[in-house]
């Protein structure tokens, strides 16, 4: 089985090394990081830079297809080379996968339409107008499209997706090995149970958190 | 505030990556990962490639430093330019960390004499005959010392360390910009939950598990 994770300028980490982590640890599979030219890729922050060992024309045919989010997504929202990659291994992939606004980069590909997903909370109202209806849930399965929300939700939808593919036990030894019992410090990870000068905050500054605008 | 995030071959992605999502976050932060080389650094798989931006010796006064774990922790056990620059940039470290493994490396160091440390479930046992005490918990901080437990409970060490050096708010503030509201579809994430199969299983691949050995 031959994953596929996107890798564009200014993409969050954790949105493609989350799922990565989880995924890669599935028997008899095959990662590469991918992007339009191979070499490092940099991060939102500039300070992560991780390599795309291989280019759009490289990989044609993945099994799954994990397009992270952050910044950079809003360099992807109209037709070019990224969506028509995206179109074309969708065509033949057992899985299409999304984190964060990276389901917005595959509703502006026109894959998501008709379809329920999620997406970073701050950009769930951006997912109408490109055909899809959003939800407020952490990780969506609607066919084999499966959206997870921000950031951090990538490992979430990878567990989920490692149990539909290699059943239950297999996924609950993943979550064994990479130890994945999280107790957060506090409990402020969703918008209903921060506290409201906090969710205020970030919404005052969304365009900032979404797209790195100042 | 300047945090320095130590690579070598075979470490564990999200050892580092987790971590590096949420403090990378704090203001006024610079990130910077460093390495015996600077050029790409390959993880346990050999899939994924993080760039060292900075050698050991161009980083003399990190703030804050982290240790990650992972297969590619055996190389680094014994006395060497790994553990000599870990001494010295603890002399003047606000913070000393480590995820997974990497307790097991600062140990050795000679870092943790005396302190109480987490480390990754199978590797616990090891951190006696290295002078620290082990404990089943999942972030562990002993002054400076912050350790964590096995690879995603870096993103947890990471949380509690913002919390520590710039307050709730802006801790609960990166906790929902990564939306970190974890949902794991399966509860198996530490050895007295996971079912009975699943723990022997591993603890029987510990070698494997810990060290990539066959």
């Given at each position: 089985m031959r994953i596929a994770i996107l890798l564009f300028d200014r993409f969050t980490a954790l949105d493609a090394v989350g799922p990565y982590e989880v995924l890669s640890r599935l028997p008899d599979t095959e990662t590469v990081f991918v992007g339009q030219r191979t070499g490092p890729v940099r991060n939102e922050g500039g300070s992560l830079a991780l390599v795309a060992e291989a280019t759009l024309a490289d990989?044609?045919?993945?099994d799954i297809v994990v397009v992270p989010g952050g910044p950079?997504?809003?360099?992807?929202?109209?037709?070019?080379p990224v969506h028509q990659w995206l179109r074309a291994v969708d065509a033949t992939s057992a899985w299409t996968t999304s984190v964060c606004t990276g389901s917005l980069i595959l509703a502006a590909a026109g894959?998501?339409?008709g379809r329920r997903a999620a997406s970073h909370w701050l950009a769930l109202d951006q997912l109408p107008t490109l055909g899809a209806y959003p939800t407020g849930e952490r990780v969506v399965v609607d066919g084999k499209y499966v959206t997870a929300a921000g950031v951090s939700s990538g490992i979430d939808m990878a567990l989920t997706l490692a149990g539909h593919i290699a059943g239950d036990e297999v996924a609950q030894t993943i979550q064994l090995g990479t130890e994945y019992d999280p107790r957060p410090?506090?409990?402020?990870?969703?918008p209903d149970k921060a506290p409201d000068e906090v969710v205020s905050a970030l919404r005052a500054r969304s365009r900032f958190v979404l797209r790195g605008e100042a």
């Open positions: 990989v044609a045919r993945p950079g997504q809003s360099a992807h929202m109209s037709d070019g894959l998501l339409t410090a506090y409990d402020a990870g969703a």
